[in-house]
């Protein structure tokens, strides 16, 4: 008897196809429930974390996110916060409350990494190693409020999750997962 990956026996016979139907059945659910990232926080249940996101299987930049690795602050820069959060009057450097939180490429670091929030005075943007700590990934909807460390709110009703400046479309999962293994090495400056 031949055993499958999962420890079903494929024998011979009419129980073979059977087997490798079970084999194949559970395969394909497993795929189908995983996100690139396998992290403990990571459930596959949106309700339990309150994650957003969509695993895009058609943004090439989504997609380039999976093999970063390492992820450095310039693809971020280049991949993220130019596409997504660089806007006029959106964290461009200008002296709007946005724009203070300075996203450009050469500036997201000093704006970011033991930076405080202005919305939450008590929060860091980003804590390094810490991303149930860091404010920004609050900010994108990747966990809810209930889990960040301390637990919080949501942000205020007059700013929302970001990003904003697409349409409502919040950041592929592959991004934000990119975000965290950014902040999980440390946030390095690059």
Known sequence: MIRSVFGIGLGSGLGSGLGAAVAAGLVA??????????????????????????????????????NQNPVTLTWIEKNI?????IFSG???GDPSLQGKVDLRAGMSYAHLVDYTSTLDPTRKLVVASDVQSSYLMLMLHD???DMATPAGG????DIGYMPQGTGGM???CQKLDALERWIKAGAPSN
Do not use: K, W, Y
Request: hydrophobic share 25%; net charge negative; charged share 15%.
């Open 170 to 172: 919040p950041l592929c």
């Open 143 to 145: 966990f809810s409020p």
């Open 154 to 157: 949501a942000p205020p009703a």
């Open 90 to 92: 959106c964290h461009n």
């Open 29 to 66: 659910s497993l795929a189908g429930g995983c996100r690139i990232s396998l992290e403990d926080t990571d459930t596959g249940d949106d309700s339990i974390t309150g994650r957003t996101c969509v695993v895009s299987t058609t943004s090439q930049p989504c997609l380039d996110a999976v």
């Open 81 to 85: 916060f130019t596409t997504s959060c």
